[in-house]
Every structure is written in structure tokens, then in C-alpha cells.
């Protein structure tokens, strides 16, 4: 396909600036991995004052929050994209409403993770994410529903720390040793336990683990995502 030929993503970002400047990156660097340079993504993104997805996350409000996710693909759609993608496992709370609403292709993080799942035989993965992915009734079952797997969380101290992590540090730009540690710590308390498998499941994780920090395989969303993204865009592929 040329470069003229590529769909038009629109991305559902600022979920939270730090991981949208990741997905950003990825998609320009497989644009020019498929099509050589100078070539680069072609994309437009919506980019929420994370304060206002974050506030109606914390007082659990989630038809605003559904609200928010839809009136951004609707901006996208009037923009002209061809495709949409949210930038956030969490965020996917949204992606039903913003599919009907918008009627245009989704290319949805756990399709592509399952997907990723099922490919290199994962059973029992860790679930790492924000509490709404570890512990809610939409992402869990439909991960386990989709990919056929028996996902382990951290118990609920766990849990605690792995949120501290993600909204005091990484959305706020901070990746630090110490959080690193405690993390490597969960992964081996969970491999105790018959994990066979690590999923990064907040967009942000990739910022402080990767499969340089274990042996057990690392399913990194951000990069499964992006990966899925591209192909849909350059190649002939359905969302």
C-alpha cells in the first residue's frame, strides 16, 4: 500500500498525555518500518485535559465518563478519520458507546490483546492496571471471555500500590526504581501462585516494565495496541 493508501486514525488520547506520546511514537516508527522513510502515520488525536476523564474516574461517574469518550470520537468523526482508538485500557469502558455513536471502525485494545494472548499459548497471565481493570465487571470478564485465560490480580494491598503507581507517578511523568522493584516483587508472587504470563494493562506500565525485567512473557498493551493500529491503517485488515 502507499503512503497516500493509509487510513486515517483518529486517537482517543491525553488518557494520559505520558502513554499518548507512546502511542504516537509507535505508530510513526511502524509507519516507517512498513514503508520506509521519510514516511510517517497519518493521525489525528483528541487530547482530553486529563483532569476531567480523571475526575469523573474517581467519583465513579461513568456516563460522564462514557459521555466524554463519545463527544471525543464525534469530534474525531467530524474530523474526517476513518478509524478510532482509545489510548487507555481503562478508558475502554467507552468503546461500545463511542462505536455506536460514531459507526465508524474501532480498533479495540482487547481484541488485540486477546488476540496476542491466544498467538503465544498465555493461560494464566498477571493482571497488572488501575483498579477499574483489576477488580471491575467489564475488562476482566471480557479478557477472560475473549482470549479463553484464567487471569490472576495482585491481592487487594497490591492492588493499592500498583494504583499509587500509575495516578502518583507514572501519569504525572515519574519512573521510579523503587516502584520498579515493588512491581517485580508482584510478578513473583504471582508466578508463585501459576502465572504463567504478565500483562501490562494500563498503558502506562511500559513505562516502567518490560520483558528486559522478567522471564515470564510480558504482554505490554501500549505496544500490542499500536501494533494492531498500524496494521489496520497500512495493511488490508478489518478492525
Known amino acids: ?127 497488572l492496571g488501575t483498579p477499574f481493570v483489576m477488580e471491575g465487571d467489564f475488562y476482566l470478564p471480557e479478557l477472560e471471555r475473549r482470549a479463553g485465560v484464567s487471569v490472576i490480580v495482585p491481592d487487594a494491598a497490591d492492588r493499592e500500590e500498583t494504583r499509587r503507581i500509575i495516578f502518583d507517578e507514572l501519569v504525572r511523568g515519574k519512573v521510579l526504581d523503587a516502584s520498579r522493584k515493588n512491581f517485580l516483587s508482584m510478578i513473583e508472587k504471582a508466578r508463585k501462585a501459576g502465572a504463567d504470563s504478565v500483562i501490562l494493562g494500563c498503558t502506562e506500565l511500559g513505562m516502567i516494565l518490560s520483558q528486559e525485567d522478567t522471564d515470564l512473557p510480558v504482554f505490554d498493551t501500549t505496544l500490542i495496541h499500536a501494533r494492531a493500529a498500524s496494521d489496520f491503517a497500512i495493511g488490508d485488515r478489518t478492525a
Not at 474516574?57 to 469518550?69: G, P, Q, S
Open 1 to 127: 500500500m502507499s503512503a497516500a493508501g493509509q487510513k486515517l486514525l483518529g486517537l482517543i488520547g491525553g488518557v494520559s498525555p505520558e502513554s499518548t506520546a507512546i502511542y504516537y511514537r509507535l505508530l510513526n516508527d511502524h509507519a516507517r518500518e512498513s514503508l520506509g522513510a521519510p514516511h510517517s502515520a497519518r493521525l489525528i488525536i483528541w487530547s482530553f485535559d486529563f483532569h476531567l476523564i480523571d475526575d469523573a474516574y474517581l467519583r465513579a461517574d461513568w456516563a460522564e465518563y462514557r459521555d466524554l469518550v463519545v463527544k471525543a470520537g464525534m469530534a474525531l468523526k467530524g474530523a474526517g478519520v476513518d478509524a478510532l482508538m482509545i489510548c487507555s485500557n481503562t478508558t475502554h469502558l467507552g468503546a461500545e458507546a463511542v462505536k455506536g455513536a460514531t459507526g465508524l471502525p474501532f480498533i479495540h485494545l482487547i481484541d488485540a490483546l486477546a488476540n496476542e494472548l491466544k498467538r503465544r499459548g498465555a493461560r494464566r497471565p498477571l493482571l
